[in-house]
Structures are given as structure tokens and as C-alpha cells.
């Protein structure tokens, strides 16, 4: 029956998704550093002029470098999907364009602001007081959270779609774009997601200074660089628990065929099994192997095994989800990496409070090294969950992802494309903040002093008879 299904469907479908995945994929990696990081080296240049700190000084320099060029490669990137919600989905954006299209504006408008007042920020440095400098970068992270705000608006929108009225033609009537941006996933979806930013940022961030500390670069400069990011993540990730057990059991109010992929529930009924991992058959409906847990799911559904949850018998094999294993995997990985990572910050925070200083056993900072990592393979699973879970509507009961595709030829020549251009953008992303990184080791060993403010070539001031300027 699937395959039969499969074989009906446009050909532009799987390389339009398949591109489309890539490239938010990618993207993803970048945006939690935009949103959260402005925050991060704020607080640094904060603690940096209250106790007149220089190590914490210059973490923030550093750190708004790093911030400028991530910026930049996201701008990049974002401007892609941008033009690839035209171009592949054209039965979206032209049939529903009126009802979803007001949140790119105010994205636009919120990147454009972000833009100009990271640069000043950038530019700021030893030319502006140190406390104007300060004021002035306060309004960037409250703009980063602005442009996530809108591009969440129009994805929760293709869950929850508000706004409008179909007409006896299908098209959207009675248009209201602001009952569009405050649909009923916004608020879950948001601050799950700015919750996951914050994580991964701190969590990223600290990383860096986990590997420098278990190569025995222990001064306070490393000490700060991984207190303050991963103090954030650590306040964060209790509160994104919370926010990712509510929007599963919102899930399972709102969307009760995309729960039952998430929970790979088959046969609807009470007292359902809580599977962790396993594997979904479509062509019987069943699931084999995983560890499975007795009652567990419809207690966390509903706090009693006697709730009742919809399994994927309810519904015809045409609207089940795509690929229920990936959904349902995903799903395991993130709650599973989401636990682990809250274990970690029991035992930071048990640490900390008992002998005000982080553990520094071996065995925690590999794991602290590791935690960025995790927060994005996490990050990735999450978005798989939203999109792939969705499937087979883009606009949830309304559009078919089918029908909203692109008639015309050759995406898997552009899809080869923009592999081949993100793969030479990663590269050049990486190399430039390594370059950047091995020039700032050099300046802390002594071999020049590092003057000036943010990239491109400029001369190195000799260390032998001259002062170090104040960072």
C-alpha cells in the first residue's frame, strides 16, 4: 500500500525534502549561537566592568568575534531557506503566502537590527566608554529572540494553522495575520526552542574550556570561560524538562497522530506501554524489540494508565507520518540526551554548592566537553521530531506536502548544489574561528599583543617593550 502510495507522488518530492532538510540542518547549528551567545558575552563584559576583570573582558571580546562571524555564515545560510520556501514548496508560499508571510517581514526587520547593532558592538570596543559599549549590545539578544520569535511563528503556524477560513475552493479567506503569528504551538514551541538555544550555546561554549582545562590550561581566564556559558545552560535545562514535558502532553491534546509516531503507540486504547527505541513495521503495525515500560505513556499522557491514547490504527496509512522509526527515534534521542544532560547539572550544581568550584575529576570534564555536542545532536532530533512528524501535511490537515511541491526539474542537481557550497562554508567557518582561536593562544603565551578589534589582517604588535592594552 506504501509503496503504491510512494510510487504516486511527485518525483520532485524526496529531493525537494531532502534539500530542504539539509540546509536546515545546517542552519540550525548556527542560530543557537546567534540567539544566546549575545547574552552570554554580555554577562562576561558585564562581570568585566562591575569587578574590573580582565580575563572576563576579554572573553567577551573574543567571544563577540566569534558571535560576528557565526552571524554572518547564519545570514548566509538563512537567506538560502529563505529563497528554498519559494522555489521548492510553491503551493505553500503562493496558496497561503497572505495567511503565514507577515513573520518573515518582522524576521527580516529583526536581522537587519541584529546586524547593525552587532557591529557596533564589534566596532565598539576600546572606542566607545566601557559602559556605553555595554548598553549599547543589552538590545541584541532581545532582537536575536525576535527574529526566532517570527521564524517560530510561521513553523508552529504549519502545525497549528490559524488565521483564516477555507474557501469553497480551498484557498485561505478571512485572513488574519496576527491570529496567524499567535497560533496554539507558539508558545510551547518557542520556548522549547529558546530553551534549546540557551543549552547548546552554554553548553558549546563551555566545551571549549573543558578541553583547554583537561590540557592543564588552568588559570582564571579558562576558569570563567567555562563558569559563566555553562552556569547558563545549567539554570536552563531544568526549565527546558519542564517545557519539553508540557509540549509532549500538548502534543498528545493537539496532535494525536504525531504523539503516536513520537511514542510509536500502534493500537489505541489505555494503558499503553512507555517503547524506548524498537523498531515500527507499516506493513503490520506492529513494533519489535526497545524496552518497554508498562503504562508509563498514557501516565505521562494524562497521570493514569487509564488515559487514553490514539494509536496509529486510528488513521489510514496515507496520513501517518512518512517515516514513523525516524520520528520515533529522534524523539528517544532527545529525551534521552535532554535526561543525561540534566543528570550532568545535578551534579554540577550538587558540586558547586557543596565547594563553590565546578567538578574537575576527568570523568566530568570529558562529559562537560562533550555536552555541546550532545545539545545539538539533541537539537537536530528536535526539529526532525516537528518536521518529520508532521508528515505527510505541511500544513497540518490542510495541504499535502505533495501538493505543495515544485513541478520543475533538476532539484537533485541543486540539492548537489548547495551540498557542495554548505560543505565549502562549514569548511570556511571552521577555519576562520580556528585562525582566530591559535591567534589569541599566541597573544596569551606572550608572542604579540592583539590591539586591535575585530577581523581581517592588521599588524602584530611586539611584546618585547610594549604594554598590553587593556581588553
Same mark, same amino acid.
Given at each position: ?148 520569535? &517570527? /521564524?517560530? *511563528?510561521? %513553523? +508552529? ?5 490559524? =488565521? ?133 505513556? &498514557? /501516565?505521562? *499522557?494524562? %497521570? +493514569? ?5 490514539? =494509536? ?160
Amino acid at each position: 500500500m506504501l509503496d503504491l502510495l510512494a510510487a504516486t507522488e511527485p518525483a520532485q518530492l524526496l529531493p525537494a525534502r531532502s534539500q530542504m532538510a539539509f540546509t536546515l540542518m545546517f542552519h540550525i547549528i548556527l542560530v543557537p549561537l546567534g540567539v544566546a551567545l549575545p547574552a552570554i558575552m554580555l554577562i562576561a563584559e558585564y562581570k568585566g566592568l562591575k569587578h574590573r576583570d580582565r580575563a572576563a573582558l576579554t572573553l567577551a571580546r573574543r567571544w563577540s568575534h566569534v558571535a560576528g562571524v557565526t552571524f554572518a555564515v547564519g545570514a548566509v545560510s538563512g537567506t538560502v531557506l529563505s529563497f528554498e520556501m519559494g522555489l521548492l514548496w510553491p503551493g505553500l508560499t503562493g496558496k497561503y503566502g497572505d495567511v503565514f508571510g507577515l513573520p518573515f517581514a518582522i524576521e527580516g526587520i529583526a536581522f537587519f537590527l541584529e546586524a547593525i547593532l552587532v557591529a557596533i558592538y564589534i566596532y565598539g570596543w576600546k572606542r566607545l566608554r566601557p559602559w556605553t559599549h555595554f548598553k549599547l549590545g543589552l538590545p541584541i539578544p532581545l532582537v536575536a529572540l525576535v527574529g526566532a520569535f &517570527s /521564524i517560530i *511563528a510561521a %513553523n +508552529s503556524w504549519m502545525n497549528t494553522p490559524a =488565521g483564516f477560513t477555507p474557501g469553497p475552493n480551498g484557498w485561505p479567506t478571512d485572513i488574519d495575520p496576527i491570529a496567524a503569528i499567535f497560533n496554539k504551538a507558539l508558545p510551547w514551541e518557542f520556548l522549547h526552542f529558546a530553551c534549546a538555544a540557551y543549552m547548546a550555546a552554554g553548553f558549546t561554549v563551555a566545551s571549549v574550556y573543558a578541553v583547554g582545562w583537561l590540557r592543564g590550561r588552568r588559570d582564571r581566564y579558562h576558569r570563567l570561560g567555562f563558569l559563566i556559558p555553562f552556569t547558563v545552560a545549567a539554570i536552563v535545562t531544568p526549565l527546558q524538562m519542564v517545557v519539553g514535558d508540557l509540549i509532549a502532553v500538548w502534543v498528545f491534546q493537539e496532535m494525536p497522530v504525531k504523539f503516536a509516531a513520537m511514542e510509536v503507540v500502534t493500537n489505541s486504547g489505555t494503558h499503553q506501554a512507555e517503547i524506548f527505541f524498537g523498531r515500527y513495521d507499516s506493513a503490520t503495525n506492529t513494533v519489535s524489540g526497545g524496552l518497554r515500560i508498562p503504562d508509563l505513556n &498514557s /501516565i505521562l *499522557a494524562g %497521570n +493514569s494508565p487509564d488515559t487514553y491514547v490514539q =494509536g496509529l490504527d486510528a488513521v489510514a496509512p496515507a496520513d501517518r507520518p512518512s517515516n514513523v522509526n525516524i520520528v520515533h527515534w529522534a524523539f528517544d534521542v532527545m529525551v534521552g540526551i535532554a535526561t543525561l544532560l540534566m543528570l550532568f547539572v545535578v551534579w554540577f550544581a550538587w558540586h558547586y554548592w557543596r565547594k563553590r568550584e565546578f567538578p574537575q575529576s576527568k570523568l566530568f570534564l570529558w562529559l562537560a566537553a562533550s555536552a555541546g555536542v550532545l545539545t545539538y545532536i539533541a537539537i537536530e532530533a528536535g526539529w526532525i521530531v516537528t518536521e518529520v512528524g508532521r508528515q505527510p501535511w505541511i500544513v497540518y490537515g490542510f495541504e499535502r506536502t505533495s501538493s505543495a511541491v515544485t513541478g520543475a526539474d533538476g532539484i537533485w542537481l541543486s540539492f548537489a548544489v548547495v551540498v557542495v557550497l554548505y560543505l565549502l562554508l562549514a569548511v570556511g567557518t571552521v577555519a576562520v574561528i580556528r585562525a582566530m582561536a591559535r591567534r589569541w593562544r599566541r597573544a596569551d603565551l606572550g608572542d604579540f599583543v592583539d590591539e586591535a578589534v575585530p577581523y581581517g589582517p592588521r599588524p602584530e604588535v611586539e611584546a618585547a617593550g610594549s604594554e598590553k592594552a587593556p581588553s
